[in-house]
């Protein structure tokens, strides 16, 4: 099964939109945040887990029924929001990228 790599741009601007400053762990509201994202919230998890992985963002991930402790970018995962902000730029980035996004 193919990354849905459109999901993980969009948690990953949400997380962006979300972070506290200070940085501090938080549960996220992952219905909410699925539901405003228009997609499953298994999906959600998956890509959140996935951007975990790849040391985008600062999370211990699933806790206890569900819930999904966030914490912060981090600084690579800040970076690359910064890059995917704009609709365009990030056409570019999936057309220049598209073999290894699709992993």
């Known amino acids: 099964m193919a990354r849905d790599v459109d999901l ?15 940085p501090e762990g938080f ?4 219905d909410d945040i699925a539901h405003r994202l ?10 959140l887990e996935l951007l975990r992985e790849l040391d985008f963002i600062e999370a211990p991930g699933a806790y206890f029924n569900g819930a999904w402790i966030f914490r912060k970018l981090t600084k ?3 970076e690359l929001a910064e890059l995917i902000l ?13 073999d290894l996004l699709e992993r």
Request: proline share 7%; net charge positive; aromatic share 4%.
């Open 27 to 30: 549960l996220l509201p992952l």
């Open 76 to 78: 690579r995962g800040d």
């Open 86 to 98: 704009d609709e365009r730029d990030w056409g570019r980035v999936k057309e220049a990228y598209a």
């Open 8 to 22: 993980m741009r969009l948690a990953l601007l949400e997380l962006k939109r979300l972070q506290r400053s200070p």
């Open 38 to 47: 228009e997609r499953p919230r298994s999906e959600l998890v998956e890509a």
